[in-house]
Each structure stands twice: as structure tokens, then as C-alpha cells.
């Protein structure tokens, strides 16, 4: 349909960006399609909603030269070619209209710049300049330009860079790498609200660790998880030591990641560990302590959450209580009895399954065997 209505037009009309992507991998419907014309965006989209038999309707965007409408349940989203030149303080490009390859040019990487041409005499086509397929087929993350200037001009790209990698699993190349920690201070450009869309769908990924690592590694997580770079390391008194609680949470995160889909069971996991940075203490007696970590994280869970501009509701408390109790469970294995069970569930609520869930992943990465012993206490 759209190629019929770019020809009745005049026009030509292309497939581009995340759809193209998910179709060579074959990672199932991409729920959004995004059409290029080369002309307006906009009459294109009016001309498609005519020749659909129910006639949908046709949401523009004026400011943005963009147009949306819905097909079944796939969002079809239309844009003329553009060219977009950056200045300094913002991430909202200067904007003109543009060829295909000016278009392509704009796109963050490789993979997601490729193009399926529409116009019926070439339908099908892959317009890939910067070899996409390629990188498709080498697991890569790549910009199509100077990713110095690539990451400088628009700072989400570094977040977006290591979400796909994550999602993906694919790896990011090593000059892309340089440039994210050499540019990680411009993120403080970019609103919270577009920082954690990214920060989900990195945590709702398969492995989340792929991400977070890659945060920690180019320095970006400093800025945007600080709680979690301060639990990073091992420190020795006396010959005692405890463990690294930054590569701990992780294991328990994409250990989580295996059992739970849901996003806030995930940050539970993510964020379990977080009051231990600020009680750490040594003491000559039991060596290592951690004594209110639970009282102190669940504390921090909400400056966390108001910082990143994250709604301070239900699922936020959900995460504190979660936090507050996660060691619960843990200190009773040393001794179940039944009024200590009862009193846990009683403590715990609603929220007991998801308690026990989060308590098998954090004793599990330290001791199977321990978990699945007093596991069907509870
Ligand atoms: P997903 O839907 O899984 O997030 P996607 O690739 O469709 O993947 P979108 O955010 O919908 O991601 O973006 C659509 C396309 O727009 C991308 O494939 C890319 O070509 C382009 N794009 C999006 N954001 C940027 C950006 N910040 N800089 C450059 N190009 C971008």
C-alpha cells in the first residue's frame, strides 16, 4: 500500500532503521515501521490512510514534519529525508530537507541506517552504504561517521549504543568504546526520562549485565547509578575480605533476569545491595559488616528514584520494600523455625512470592545448595 501511494505521488518511499534490523535477524514483528519519503512525510502518510479500506487516521506532528498511523497493531511512522546539522547545548538538531543518504548519515548506527526501497520497479532493494549487513553478521555496533562526533552531537546514542548491545548481544566497536568514556560527561544533556526508557530496556533484556558492565566500563554509570559504582571492590583488613557487592548484584540481576520478566522485580535485584556502599564497617570481633544496609538501601531506592525523575508510586515502594526485606529470608535460613516463617510472611504481604524469587537469586549466586535447603520452609 504505502509503495502504491509513493508511486501515485510521485515520490520515493523507503523502509528504514529498526525494521530492516529485526527483519534480516529475524527477531520477530517490529512493532514499529518507519517509512522515509523522499518529499513530505506527511502527504505520504495521507495518501496510505486513503488507500487502507477503514481509512485510519492520521496523527501529525507538525512541529517534528512527521506523521503517524496505525495498522492493525504495527505503528507506521512517517518522515521526509532529512539533514541535520548540531550545535553545542542541545541534542535537538538544526534540521533540512535532505536526500536518502543525507538520511542515512543522520542514523546512530550502521545496522539500524540500512533502507528497503519501496518504489515498486526496485521493491526490496537494500540500500546498505555503510555496511550494515555486515556488522549485522559481525555482531557489531558501529556508527556510520566519526563516532566522536557521532556520540558529541547527540549523547542518548551512547545509552542507545550499549541497550542494543545488550539486547542484541552484540559488541560494540572499540573506537565507539573510546569516544563514549572520552564524551561521558555530555550525558548531563540528556533528561532523566530518556535515561531510564534506555536503563529499562536494558534491564528487560535477557542478560542486563552486558549492559550495566558496559556502563561501569565507559564511565557512564557514574553518572547515572553512582549507587552501584560504590559497591565495586574488595577491601582486605586483617585478612578478612569481603566480597565485590558491583559484581555480585550483577549475577544476581541476570540471574533474576531468568525467573522474572517484570521490569521492578528487576530493579529489586538491581538495587538490592545498594545501602551496603554507605554501612560498610570493620570491626576486630566479625571482621565485615553491612549492619542496617537493608534500612539505609530501601532509603536510597527513593532519592534514586527522584533523582532519575522515575514516578515515586506503588512500583517504587514495591522496590524499597523489597530492598528493606531481601536479607530477611536469608539471616532466618541460619535458623528456621515456624514463628519466624510466619512472621516473614506476615512482614512480606502481597510481596512474599516475589521476595522468595529475589532471595533464590541472591543466595543462589553465592550457594546453591544453601538455597534449596531451607527453601521449603517458607
Ligand atoms: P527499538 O524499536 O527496538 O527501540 P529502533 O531501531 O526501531 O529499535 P527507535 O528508537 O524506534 O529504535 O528509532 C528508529 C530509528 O531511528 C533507528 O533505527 C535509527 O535509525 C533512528 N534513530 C533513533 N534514535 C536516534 C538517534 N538518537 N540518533 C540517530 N538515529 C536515531
Not at 537494500?126 to 552531537?153: E, H, N, V, W
Not at 549507587?227 to 544476581?252: C, M, S, W
Request: contains cysteine; glycine residues 6%.
Amino acid at each position: 500500500i504505502i509503495s502504491q501511494s509513493a508511486e501515485a505521488l510521485g515520490i520515493d518511499a523507503y523502509v528504514i532503521g529498526g525494521f530492516v534490523r529485526d527483519f534480516i535477524l529475524k527477531r520477530g514483528q517490529h512493532k514499529d515501521i518507519d517509512i522515509v519519503a523522499i518529499g513530505s512525510g506527511i502527504d505520504l502518510a495521507r495518501q496510505v490512510a486513503k488507500n487502507i479500506p477503514n481509512h485510519p487516521k492520521v496523527q501529525i506532528f507538525k512541529t517534528y514534519g512527521t506523521a503517524m498511523l496505525r495498522y492493525e497493531d504495527i505503528e507506521v511512522e512517517f518522515v521526509g529525508a532529512r539533514k541535520e546539522s548540531y550545535t553545542e547545548e542541545s541534542r535537538n538538531p538544526i534540521v533540512e530537507n535532505g536526500t536518502l543518504e543525507d538520511d542515512q548519515n543522520r542514523r546512530d548506527f550502521t545496522i539500524n541506517a540500512m533502507a528497503l526501497d519501496l518504489n515498486p520497479s526496485r521493491f526490496g532493494d537494500l540500500l546498505d552504504p555503510f555496511d550494515g549487513l555486515k556488522d549485522l553478521d559481525a555482531k557489531l555496533i558501529r556508527t556510520p561517521l566519526d563516532p566522536d562526533i557521532t556520540y558529541s552531537d547527540d549523547p542518548l546514542r551512547m545509552m542507545r549504543a550499549i541497550r542494543f548491545a545488550t539486547q542484541l548481544n552484540f559488541t560494540i566497536e572499540n573506537a565507539s568504546l573510546i569516544a563514549i568514556s572520552k564524551n561521558k560527561d555530555r550525558i548531563k544533556i540528556i533528561t532523566k526520562e530518556r535515561i531510564v526508557v534506555e536503563l529499562n530496556k536494558i534491564l528487560e533484556s535477557e542478560v542486563p549485565s552486558i549492559g550495566f558492565l558496559l556502563l561501569e566500563q565507559t564511565g557512564l554509570l557514574d553518572y547515572i547509578l553512582p549507587e552501584l559504582v560504590a559497591l565495586k571492590g574488595i577491601d582486605e583488613k586483617e585478612g578478612q575480605r569481603h566480597k565485590d557487592n558491583f559484581y555480585h548484584t550483577l549475577e544476581v540481576v541476570d540471574n533474576i533476569a531468568q525467573n522474572t520478566d517484570d521490569l521492578w522485580l528487576r530493579w529489586a535485584a538491581l538495587l538490592h545491595d545498594i545501602g551496603k556502599a554507605p554501612t560498610k564497617k570493620f570491626s576486630k570481633k566479625v571482621g565485615w559488616t553491612f549492619h542496617g544496609h537493608e534500612f539505609e538501601g530501601s532509603k536510597m531506592v527513593y532519592r534514586l528514584f527522584k533523582r532519575l525523575k522515575m514516578p515515586l508510586n506503588e512500583k517504587m515502594k514495591f522496590v524499597q520494600k523489597l530492598v528493606l526485606m531481601s536479607s530477611r529470608p536469608i539471616a532466618l535460613a541460619q535458623d528456621v523455625t515456624d514463628s519466624a516463617v510466619r512472621r516473614l510472611v506476615f512482614d512480606a504481604g502481597d510481596y512474599v512470592d516475589d521476595l522468595m524469587i529475589l532471595c533464590e537469586a541472591d543466595i543462589t549466586t553465592k550457594n546453591p545448595r544453601k538455597f534449596k535447603k531451607y527453601h521449603n520452609n517458607f
